[in-house]
Structures are given as structure tokens and as C-alpha cells.
């Protein structure tokens, strides 16, 4: 076991421990320490204490000395030194024209080396800037680069609660804050709400998040259906601070939500499953059976098999060679085929082949040699009765198609027929030898 005493070197700065040695500091003492910067001026926070050895990591250092007046009154010359030092740091940054914003200076107790902190949005180059500053102080020089939670930790100020922000006043150590943790804890996730003064997540958003995460794993999920006193609803949302819950519960055709406490709630399982209807209805009369139906319901025990040797052999079940063809099947019938032309269209059809028909008579008689005969002056009289029949045979068999007049195509097909005929015995007109028209 080894004694121990916790010592901080800045107000809400991180805890390190030595070992007191002979000497035995309280709380509120200032001590001497020896560091890995040299020597240091800081506040002891814990009393002596005991420690397993197997927890140290590795040995600790002796404390020197309980401070005394002088190395009180010392430490106070170095932090009126220290604002001259950032006074001093800031005009040589201008004049460097370095993009850095400077955000504290440190001595150390011996006065061997002086700390100079700030921030940027990059890498800068400072060593010119270094050597400036060597030449004033005449003693070791260092810049350290920090983020802007160290920076609002060591300045300080007020948070949106309107407390001075936990980083500059209690806060050893920064926690790892997620925007997870907003979520579980139904907060807004505007980033201005969430955010503390250095524009990160807030680092109270940590305090809470293990009692939520406790609550929330004895609570249902939000969609999973629950048993509750006003039948099975499905969860809507969960009010984690009044441990309460909200369900959706069917009513009828439509929705109700009501609010209930956890306790009241269960998780649905196989066991509290409300039954349907038919199994509620089938479960009594089950129950009801009697001794003669159950004598009924049993199964007549099975006759013992013969050995193996004494079965009889199973028939060999065909090849594929030896299967029979199967019968062709019975073809359909033949439907009759729909008439694809109405009857007045072939009506007219008929009326022009038979027109085309007298038309290649006339041109074959044409063509035969014609026998001189004597031409009398009187012209001969061409009957328009026969054309016109045939013409209007054709139209009155088209109009009654068109009518939906049930006349037999038989009838209007002969009408036709006739008016070719009469238009074929026609008398020729004679040719004029000099003249090429009929």
C-alpha cells in the first residue's frame, strides 16, 4: 500500500497524485512538486490516502515541500508576469501577420520556461515567431496548439443554463459526447440548443445518459405491441423522465391514444397473447368430454409386423422402357369460320366482276376483223334502260345493307346479274376507217 495525495496545478484542471512522503498536506494546502516540466506550484484537493501498488501504472513522485509565504508571494509576481508575457506574444503575432488567435500564457515556478497557447484553424508556422520571442524573454519558449474546448475551459464564462460552464469550474477530464445521446433523451437536435459556449455538443448531455439508458431497457420499444388494462395497443412514444408510455389502442374503426405507467404495461409474449374467438369458443367444450367419447377417440392398437423374411415382395414398379405410352388426347372440333365480309360488299364484288368480265368480251370482238357493211345514216339507238337497271340494282342492294334491310342475297345477286345482261346486248357501233374512237 502507498500514500497518496491528489494535487491540481490550475483552478478545475486534471488531478495527478504523488507521494507525500514524511510530510502530511491537507486540503487546501500549497505544495512543491517536482514534474516533467520542472518545478511546480500546486493546490493539494485530496488527503493522504492509501493505494494497492498493482494500481499505479508507474512509480510517483515525492512531493518537495508544503509551499510557504515566500513561494506564495512568487507564484503571485508570476501571474502578474504572465499577462505581460501575452501583451508582449500578441504584438509579435501581428507583426508576423500569423493566422493564431492566443489564448493563454503559462510560467513555471521556476521561471525556466514559459507556455504559450493557442488556437488555429490549421498548421502555422511559428518558428520565426519563437525566435522573436526568445530574444525578449531570454528563456525557453513554447507554442502549443489547443482545441477550442481547452480554450473555452481556460477562459471560462457562462453556459445556456446561465451557470458558469462545468468545463472552467468542476470538470477534470472531457467526457465523449455523441449526438446519440440527444436522441435517447428526446431533445431537440437543433445544434444551436444542443451547443455550448466552444460550439461543441454540451457536456451535460453526459450526466443523464446512464440513468436513460437504464429506464429505457425496463420499458417496451416504440412500435411493439403491449398487453395493457384497456386490451392490446401498440406503443407510440415513451415519456423516459415520468417513466410513462403511450399507446395506441384500437376502438372500433378507429384509434385511441392513452397514456399509461410502465408497471401497467407488459411486453406481449405467447403467454398474455389474447386467444382468438373460435379457440375460446373450442376450449369448453373440450373439457366437457366424457369417459364414452374418450373410450371412442382411442386408437385401436396396431397388429404386430411379421419379420422382414416372412413380408411379401413387393412388385417391381416399371422402367421408363416399360412405361406405356399415354393416349393422344381428343382434338377439339373445328369451329365453323366467321364470315369476314358483310353481304352487301360481296353483292357489289359480283356486280363489278361480271361489269370486268362483259368489258374483255367487247375488247376480244373488237380485235376480230370487221366485215364491211352498209352504213345507214340513221344512228343507232343505244338502250339506257340496262345500264341504269344495273346501276340501280347495285345502289338499291347497297342502301338496304346499309338500312339493315333483311333482303336474301340470292335476290339482290340475280337483280345484278340481270342488269349485265341486259347492258351485254348492246348492238356495236361500227368503226369509221378514219376515225380511231368506237
Known sequence: MVNVIGVRFENAGKLYFFTPGALWPTPGDFVIVETTRGIEFGEVVTEVREIDDTKLTSPL?????????????????NKAAEKEAFTICQKKIADHKLDMKLVSVEYTFDNKTILFYFTANGRVDFRSLVKDLAGVFKTRIELRQIGVRDEAKMLGGLGPCGRPICCGTFLGDFQPVSIKMAKEQNLSLNPIKISGVCGRLMCCLKYEQDTYEEIRKSMPKEGKEVMTPDGVGVVCELKIITESVKVRIKKGDSFEIKEYPATDVQRLTPQNAPRPEAQRAEKPEQKQDTPEAAEIKEC?????????????????????AEKQPEAPKPEKPAEAPKPAVSPWKMAVEQALRAAQNSADTADEVIEQP???????????AMPEAAPAAACEAVETVVEESAEGAETPLSASTEAVEEAVEDAMELPLIPLDEDDDTI
Do not use: F, W
Open 61 to 77: 513522485k515525492q512531493v518537495v515541500r508544503i509551499a510557504t509565504e515566500e513561494d506564495i508571494l512568487h507564484d503571485k509576481e
Open 300 to 320: 385401436p392398437a396396431c397388429p404386430e409386423r411379421p419379420p422382414r423374411a416372412e413380408r411379401p415382395m413387393r412388385p417391381e414398379k416399371p422402367t421408363k
Open 370 to 380: 370487221v366485215q364491211e357493211a352498209p352504213v345507214s345514216e340513221e344512228p343507232a
